[in-house]
């Protein structure tokens, strides 16, 4: 059974960074393009970045470019997103997801979140 | 693209018909359309892919359909566990994904 399980989601002050990471199981995180995307409070749902198998091919949400990064270890089965210069508005539920294949552009697996509070 | 969902609200007795709309700003020329379910505490669930299929274990009330910008979804006979947010998505362009803003469905 695929499972995505984030963490380290947190209450921050706006300027200030933060990791989460995805820890991913019953499949093989090196077969995959993982992606993030995050649902703000009262908002709808947003694609935040996307990270090929090898991070050869990384991209980015014009809201979050310069100020993210996206890492994988596909040894650990990890995923991670790096945060710098928190935002209110990067106030969300952050979730790790996973298509079913290449020619699928759906998000058919996702966590269950992990909420980044960010506020002065 | 940018995707317009409508209404914001559907507030619906049990076994009345839902329909959910999606308008793209531009033709999706692939065939690239789903739909999520989004209940409060829970990871979105896909619903619908390449514009009118079902995923894995979505009941049969649930059917979607259209062409060029504009698509819906639709539940035949609401439930009281439907309550959640509905959100189309298409892939293409820049962003690569991208989500209409919800519809949330309520049950009287």
């Known amino acids: 059974e695929v499972q995505l399980v984030e963490s380290g989601g947190g209450l921050l002050q706006p300027a200030m960074s933060l990791t989460l990471s995805c820890l991913a199981s019953?499949?093989?995180?090196?077969?995959?393009?993982m992606h993030w995307v995050r649902q703000r409070p009262g908002k709808g749902l947003e694609w935040v970045s996307s990270i090929n198998w090898n991070s050869d091919t990384i991209t980015y949400a014009d809201s979050v470019k310069g100020r993210f990064a996206v890492s994988r270890d596909n040894a650990r089965q990890s995923l991670y997103l790096h945060m710098t210069g928190l935002r209110p508005e990067d106030t969300a539920f952050y979730y790790c997801t996973r298509r079913q294949n290449d020619w699928d552009p759906y998000f058919h697996y996702w966590g269950r979140g992990t909420l980044v509070t960010v506020s002065p | 693209i940018v995707l317009t969902q409508s209404p914001d609200t559907l507030s619906l007795s049990p076994g009345q018909r839902a329909t959910f709309s999606c308008r793209a700003s531009q033709t999706i020329n692939n065939k690239f359309l789903g739909w999520y379910q989004k209940k409060p505490g829970q990871a979105p669930r896909l619903l619908i892919y390449d514009i009118s299929t079902r995923a894995a274990g979505v009941p049969d009330r649930f059917s979607a359909f259209g062409s060029g910008a504009d698509f819906a979804l639709s539940i035949s006979s609401v439930e009281p566990e439907d309550v959640a947010v509905y959100y189309c998505?298409?892939?293409?362009?820049?962003?690569?994904?991208?989500f209409g803003q919800g519809t949330r469905l309520e049950i009287k």
């Open positions: 019953g499949f093989s995180l090196e077969d995959f393009t």
């Open positions: 998505q298409s892939y293409g362009g820049s962003p690569p994904y991208s």
